[in-house]
């Protein structure tokens, strides 16, 4: 499984001075984030946002941050994986005003108070702290407290994927990283992690210049191996196809095995609670995804519009690491989706 694709391994800027154009340095991959997106001009085009998911056995939360250019969008979610109940509450913001993501994740919070939401998200040597308040559709007060950790050796994958010189992607996938807090909707308190089962962390970070149309595959998940090691999956697809790089790896006691090769896919579209798989070619990375949940959502404004299915559930399967191990699991928690925007 291993890569041929180029590891960086020094602090580097995303783009030239100018801002605009790819930095022919910053193409690789890297364990850790090391890019700088020193993004300027070409408004429209520039993408910003963090994303947060916890996996919680059947509650799944998750929070968006970002900056679109010409809008913000900001929301907290959760899902109940057994009464399929959904929550939480977004904003759109015109033209992104207050909303603002540093050129380096994580080192600076990110802050939005609405009407209906207030988020913050910050970091510390602990981790990652998700706060948020906001008023459920029918009225009824909510609230989340968690904490994603982060050991100090834990690797995630980092990967710039160059479409061109002008429109390109700088990604930092985070898995299975433990996490705890509570979700509290109005009486109920739901608390995950620690003693109340096995929670999991999950972070997309994405900084660059996007072409108006674009369709992904992405897909990850966490839990434990049959022999009790901590596994992480990252896979993604559609996306980085020809551009020489992929976001593709598994994560096994915090050490990342980079996955060069793009992956093979295999679900329905229009019957998204069937089976997913993803496979490689050579036969290293064997999956099959068992979904409990789709969450689709369709947003159509004029010239802008999007479609995702992201369903959630339970990856089983093998994959095999740098050393040679193949690593069997069965139950792990996790999600694979398609989306496909104007944008």
């Known amino acids: 499984m291993a890569t041929s694709e180029h590891e960086v391994t020094d602090a580097v800027d995303l783009c030239l001075a100018d801002g605009r154009h790819l930095n022919p340095a910053a193409r690789g991959w890297s364990r850790v984030p090391l890019h700088r997106a020193n993004l300027a001009g070409r408004w429209g085009r520039t993408k910003r946002w963090d994303y947060w998911g916890i996996l919680a056995g059947d509650l799944v939360v998750s929070s968006t941050y970002a900056d679109v250019d010409y809008l913000g969008l900001v929301d907290v979610w959760w899902a109940d994986l057994v009464t399929h109940q959904e929550g939480g509450r977004g904003a759109a913001i015109p033209g992104a005003r207050g909303v603002h993501l540093p050129e380096r994740p994580g080192t600076e919070p990110l802050r939005f108070t609405g009407r209906q939401l207030h988020l913050e998200i910050a970091d510390d040597d602990a981790g990652t702290h998700l706060r948020a308040t906001w008023t459920e559709k029918d009225g009824t007060f909510a609230r989340l407290e968690a904490t994603v950790e982060l050991p100090a050796a834990h690797e995630s994958l980092n990967v710039v994927i160059p479409w061109s010189d002008t429109t390109f992607q700088f990604t930092s996938k985070h898995q299975a990283r433990a996490a705890h807090g509570e979700l509290v909707i109005g009486d109920e308190v739901r608390r995950f992690g620690g003693d109340h089962g096995d929670a999991w962390g999950v972070l997309d970070v994405g900084r660059g210049r996007w072409p108006y149309r674009t369709t992904w595959n992405w897909g990850g998940g966490a839990g434990w191996s049959v022999d009790g090691r901590v596994v992480g999956l990252q896979l993604g697809g559609m996306w980085t196809e020809g551009t020489g790089f992929t976001e593709n790896g598994v994560i096994v006691d915090g050490l990342l095995t980079k996955i060069g090769v793009e992956l093979d896919w295999d679900y329905s579209w229009d019957d998204p609670l069937q089976p997913w798989t993803v496979t490689a070619p050579d036969g290293s990375l064997d999956l099959v995804l068992a979904p409990r949940h789709d969450k689709h959502s ?3 404004v004029g010239v802008l519009g999007t ?37």
């Open 298 to 300: 369709r947003t159509e």
């Open 307 to 343: 479609e995702v299915h992201q369903v959630f559930g339970h990856w089983s399967g093998t994959a095999v690491t740098d050393d040679g191990h193949t690593i069997r699991f069965d139950g792990l928690h996790g999600f694979a989706e398609e989306s496909r925007s104007r944008w």
